[in-house]
């Protein structure tokens, strides 16, 4: 296994581990550049990376772009061999199960997906994913370094200190899986969190977040969530975010939580599919999806008035810590115009107006991805690759 700590070593004012810290935070980097952000020698440096390049730890790239730092220079120069170690993300959505291999730089090296069945049980869950997952790490290919961390998205709560899925009502099956038991079930150290959270991260990194600091991602789905990035920092707990629960009605319909009125039981995937459908066999959000990019004006002022409310919600957050931007993901962002309008309307007039803190609302730059992608960070900085803000 090659976490950071296992390369770097535990010694953080080391030679080494300063160099290899410094490269990993802002590479691909100049000897120059390293020399003036570590305070070390300029023949100190060309010795130690002169060791860690026949280490085969660090190499020479042209591109910038390989980079995992968000905020590296630009240019030629050292960084982190990706074939060092792997890591991987795992997302269990409602009905798929999506799992992405990816090498240092967050390069996906092989992915693999699985349709389930609505509201399959953890044990159906993690075999199928185990599944995915072998056969998604024997696609690596010789020189790749194996998988040293999974972080996995699992769309209900979860203690992170406890490390422990809370028992929910929205992934019944699921109540006390552990990180012990997920990490048994791929044979590595595994990080679990939130799937809204999730998405925030991969937006932040990978993403329509990664040039601020303070954002708020929208997971527009089969349930609707929130995840928050304060100070390039994803923030919260258990039940944080959990803008799907936000009281629209106090006569509407009783949520699968156990409250009335939730957001959820208007807006979320579900609900409006039930709405198209009108009694009728119950369409798929594919469907849903086609009709309003035809035009069809019932299924498209459905998925409006619940982008309107989705929108509203996002402005009461909004108004509690001011995003700079706010980002729309899930399937229901797919749908374009037809949700972004309403929704940047809604959460524009639950605003102070002429406020000059006005957050920008665009859509996710992940799509789908965006979950899984955020899995991938969460493995990343778990295992020390990816340096969280201080
Ligand atoms: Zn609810």
């Known amino acids: 296994m090659r976490t950071f700590a296992d390369v770097a070593g535990d010694d953080a004012a080391s030679t080494r581990h300063r160099v290899l810290a410094a490269v990993r935070d802002h590479g691909p980097i100049s000897r120059a550049e390293l020399a003036r952000r570590t305070g070390l020698a300029a023949s ?28 590296g220079p630009r240019g030629r120069g050292l960084s982190v061999d990706p074939a060092l170690a792997s890591v991987a993300g795992v997302d269990f959505g409602f009905r798929t199960v999506r799992v992405v291999v990816c090498d240092l730089h967050a390069r996906a ?70 990180a012990g038991r997920l990490a048994d079930t791929f ?93 009728a066999a119950t369409p798929d ?11 069809d004006a019932r299924a498209s002022r459905i998925v409006s008035d619940a982008a309107e409310l989705v929108g509203d919600a996002a402005s009461r957050a909004c108004l509690l810590f001011a995003p700079q931007r706010v980002i ?16 940047a309307r809604a959460l524009r007039r639950g605003l102070i107006p002429d406020t000059p803190s006005a957050p920008e609302i665009v859509r996710g730059e992940l799509a789908e991805r965006s979950t899984v992608m955020g899995a991938v960070a969460l493995a990343l900085t778990a295992s020390g690759w990816l340096p969280v803000a201080s």
């Open 44 to 71: 100190t440096i060309t010795t130690a990376t002169q060791g860690l390049a026949v280490e085969g730890v660090l190499h020479e790239t042209e591109d910038a772009g390989e980079s995992v730092s968000r905020t």
């Open 187 to 279: 044979g590595v150290d595994t990080v679990v969190e939130n799937d809204a959270n999730l998405a925030a991260l991969g937006e932040h990194v990978f993403g329509a977040g990664r040039d601020v600091a303070d954002s708020l991602t929208v997971k527009f789905h089969s349930g609707i969530g929130a995840g928050l990035i304060v100070r390039d920092r994803l923030v919260g707990s258990a039940g944080s975010g959990e803008i799907g629960h936000f009281a629209v009605a106090a006569d509407g319909p009783v949520c699968r939580c156990g409250k009335r009125g939730c957001l959820d039981t208007f807006a979320a995937i579900p609900a409006l599919l039930e709405a198209v459908a009108g009694g």
């Open 285 to 295: 959000v594919r469907s849903l999806l086609a009709s309003t990019a035809a035009g």
């Open 328 to 343: 729309v993901v899930g399937a229901m962002a797919e749908a374009g115009d037809v949700v972004l309008e309403p929704f």
């Open 109 to 178: 090296l092989a992915t693999r997906e699985s349709r389930l069945a609505e509201r399959y049980s953890s044990e159906e869950g993690l075999s199928v994913a185990a599944e995915l997952y072998r056969a998604a790490v024997a696609e690596l290919s010789a020189g790749q370094g194996a998988v040293v961390t999974v972080g996995v998205a699992l769309p209900g709560p979860i203690d992170a200190v406890r490390r422990r899925v809370i028992g929910s009502s929205v992934l019944p099956g699921w109540s006390e899986v552990t």
